[in-house]
């Protein structure tokens, strides 16, 4: 037997802790699982903010909007953490994130600082990370008067857009097919031609960005959940006088209503991106101190029992019915800091749905419908999965 560091090594057999070691280190093992799990059971108490302030574990579950929304329900519509010993505060209804985002915008104009937000920013100077000076301001400005004064050249693009798209879904006949990578081009395409007036992204890095950060391929899955809702769907474009167009709003209803609801049940990020207090205020009644972290958690706010009926279940005809609760549904945020692109968003959701179930009919493909609940991060992304394009009318015909 001979010592290498202290440990005993025994010649001719594998080398083992000596059985105490083992024991001590099951019972640390133990001890650890036992302090996690009570760390969590002590964040699902009440968080209505009065309470203690817990870790941020929660903010780490593999289910993430999802599970929080699960609390919201349970314990309050404000969950009160603390993380890197700062206040993080997760308003989870319309009442308390319209409070902090539209009555009190100055005050949570801010956005914490991060290692990897300062990367992809360049320290902070892009639009959506950057920090509210005087360029800031500036910049999203420039950014609203440019999407603005591109509305007439917006129609015409994205109808080109979109029958770019239709003609590569075509391409594949009625085999199956995954379509994010289709669906985040065309979509990261329109962007480009608007910005560069050609198609091509200027390099892959951003390329490969917008098509992770822009996901808009929720609304195939609603769509192949709903055979019925497709038929009537196609019903309402055939009746309309000519291809879907972003001012065709009020003649296509179901259309509209059928983004709205797909938006609703499945926002783009169900987390918004964190706020920050830039001086000492107050939400919900409750005293919040200045560099304070604020997620609103939109997806629990769009289904909120209180204000949706049946809010878990799919029914695009809610928004159809008189007295909607259209200003409870706030899927790119609100306030100073909701995203600038919002318009574009939905003119694309509005012209490139109705181009494909104009005409195509969506069906699932061998391995059957997806998950919804999604993967978490900054945009809710569904499992990888596959559908076939069936034509429902020969190309080109109106």
């Known amino acids: ?27 640390l093992l133990g001890v650890l699982s036992l302090l996690l799990l009570s760390l969590l059971s002590r964040l699902s108490r009440r968080g209505d903010g009065r309470g203690p302030r817990w870790g941020a ?30 206040e993080v505060l997760v308003p989870s209804s319309v009442a308390t994130i ?26 902070g100077r892009d639009l959506a990370l ?3 000076c005087p360029g800031w301001r500036r910049q999203r400005g420039a ?11 917006l129609g015409p693009l994205l109808w080109l857009q979109g029958q770019e798209l239709c003609e590569e879904l075509r391409s594949y006949g009625e085999a199956p097919l995954d379509p994010f990578e289709v669906f985040t081009f065309h979509t ?24 992770l950060v822009q996901h808009r391929d929720m609304f195939v899955e ?42 609703r049940l499945r926002p783009p990020a169900p987390l918004a991106l964190p706020h920050c207090a830039l001086r000492h205020t107050s939400l919900g009644g409750l005293p919040v101190a200045a560099g304070t972290v604020l997620i609103p958690n939109l997806l629990a706010a769009q289904q909120d029992p209180d204000i949706w009926q049946h809010p878990e279940v799919f029914l695009p005809e809610r928004f159809l019915a008189p007295g909607a609760p259209s200003r409870s549904l706030l899927p790119f945020g609100c306030g100073a800091r909701s995203c600038p692109g919002e ?56």
């Open 1 to 27: 037997m001979g010592r290498c560091c202290g440990v005993p090594q025994y010649k001719g057999s594998p080398v083992r802790p000596p059985p105490r070691a083992m024991a001590a280190a099951a019972l």
């Open 57 to 86: 574990l929660h903010l780490l579950h593999p289910q993430g909007a999802l599970h929080l929304s699960r609390l919201a329900r349970r314990h309050g519509p404000m969950l009160r953490l603390r993380a890197a010993g700062r």
């Open 98 to 123: 319209r409070e902090a985002l539209v009555r009190h915008w100055g005050d949570w104009l801010g956005r914490p600082h991060s290692y990897l937000g300062s990367l992809v920013s360049q320290g």
């Open 130 to 132: 950057g920090d509210p």
């Open 143 to 153: 950014v609203r008067g440019a999407l603005a004064r591109a509305g007439g050249r």
């Open 188 to 211: 990261c395409s329109t962007i480009a031609r608007l910005l560069f007036g050609e198609l091509a992204l200027p390099n892959p890095g951003l390329r490969k960005l917008l098509q």
């Open 222 to 263: 609603t769509q192949i959940q709903r055979h019925q809702l497709q038929a009537r769907l196609r019903a309402e474009l055939q009746g309309a006088q000519g291809p879907p167009g972003p001012g065709d709003v009020g003649r296509l209803p179901l259309l509209q209503a059928t983004i709205s609801e797909t938006l």
């Open 343 to 398: 318009g574009l968003a939905r003119a694309e959701l509005f012209v490139f749905l109705g181009l494909i179930l104009r005409e195509f009919r969506l069906e699932p493909g061998p391995e059957g419908l997806p998950g919804l609940r999604g993967s978490p991060g900054t945009v809710l992304r569904c499992p990888s999965f596959r559908l076939r394009m069936v034509p429902c009318q020969p190309p080109g015909l109106p």
